[in-house]
């Protein structure tokens, strides 16, 4: 079984458009985070939850819209989609108190293009 | 930006052993060092973390000087499949502005 699972594995999109990507984990974990993953390989947090509850929002716009409808899910979606948007966006989860530094596990990561 | 520097490219034959150093000189007292592998087309996989001198487990050992101000990751004797970007992540905590991987470290291996 995957622990972290995300869907789709890849999204081709016309600017302007609204699409979202799911994850769900299967470990039990407490936090669950979204990153974005750029073209020169840089990787960093967008979101981060902890029971469902946002703790975290590094100054992403507010076209991206995380929802935790329960702790082992956490989706993402985005509005208005724009090509500056294209990059591969990986769902992570730990099982973690906050203030601590324990590993991560991510997800297989979505290949979003936008055109 | 990540606040870390490491080589952007290694190469090494099968069973050899390599060692990647990352380079950290404003490495805060409540930071950890942690490494991670991917391969492409999938997230990062934890291989390691340490605060000072020396941790070792299954996969790899990690060394840290007194200074703490870089890191050495040793993976003994690799094989074709550990082909990877290899990237060192310094931060306090799994969130926050200072938890940003860099372009990491590729090792090709070669037979």
């Known amino acids: 079984d995957t622990a972290v699972s995300q869907t789709p594995k890849y999204l081709v999109t016309q600017m302007g458009n609204d699409k979202s990507i799911k994850c769900e984990q299967n470990?039990?974990?407490?936090?669950m985070y979204w990153y974005k993953q750029d073209s020169k390989k840089f990787l960093k947090i967008m979101f981060s939850y902890n029971n469902k509850e946002l703790i975290i929002n590094e100054t992403v716009p507010n076209r991206f819209s995380p929802k935790s409808p329960d702790k082992a899910h956490l989706n993402l979606h985005i509005n208005s989609l724009e090509l500056g948007d294209s990059a591969v966006y990986f769902c992570a989860s730990s099982q973690e108190r906050r203030g601590t530094n324990e590993k991560l596990f991510f997800g297989s990561g979505t290949q979003l293009s936008v055109l | 930006l990540a606040k870390t520097t490491q080589p952007i490219s290694m190469d090494s034959y099968e069973g050899q052993e390599v060692n990647i150093t990352c380079s950290h000189n404003n490495i805060a007292t409540n930071d950890y060092i942690t490494w991670y592998q991917q391969f492409p087309s999938q997230g990062p996989r934890f291989i390691i973390q340490g605060y000072k001198t020396k941790v070792t487990n299954e996969v790899a050992s990690l060394f840290i000087p007194a200074d703490r101000k870089s890191s050495t990751l040793s993976l003994p004797r690799v094989s074709l499949s550990d082909t990877a970007v290899y990237y060192c992540?310094?931060?306090?905590?799994?969130?926050?502005?200072?938890?940003?991987f860099g372009p990491g470290t590729r090792l090709s291996v070669l037979p």
């Open positions: 470990l039990g974990h407490d936090t």
């Open positions: 992540l310094v931060a306090a905590d799994n969130y926050g502005q200072n938890f940003v």
